[in-house]
């Protein structure tokens, strides 16, 4: 069963109010198990193409069940990750598990680097568990 709609609201709002605390206005998104849109939103101020990058670190950690940082940490041990289908190789990108199971999955992108996205990210998670 995928992520509620009111729950992903309250994991965006959570990783939305991590990015204004560093100062980075960013993208959120959150996705369901199969990798479909519930919640995105785009913070005044960021650039135009949070939106998607958001999307890709959330459908790779929702589609590979693991963050996006661990692809980021595995990059220069194994480049090939980089070919590997719907992966992103940025952190930021963290499955929502509830019971057990994952039932999505939010991206944040904004930041200049991997860490504050995934603060953000990891913000929304713990708002929801």
Known sequence: MPISLELAK???DAAEAEAKKTGFPSGIVIVGPNGETIYSAKMDGSNNAVIMAAEQKAKGAVLY???SKFFEE?????PYIIQLAG???VG???PL???GHIVGAIGV???PTSVADS???QAGVDAVK
């Open 119 to 121: 603060q953000a990210a």
């Open 74 to 78: 595995r990059l220069q041990q194994a």
């Open 97 to 99: 598990v509830s019971g």
């Open 87 to 89: 992966v992103s190789v």
């Open 10 to 12: 309250k994991a965006a």
């Open 65 to 67: 069940r693991r963050p």
């Open 109 to 111: 992108s904004g930041a």
């Open 92 to 94: 930021g990108g963290i």
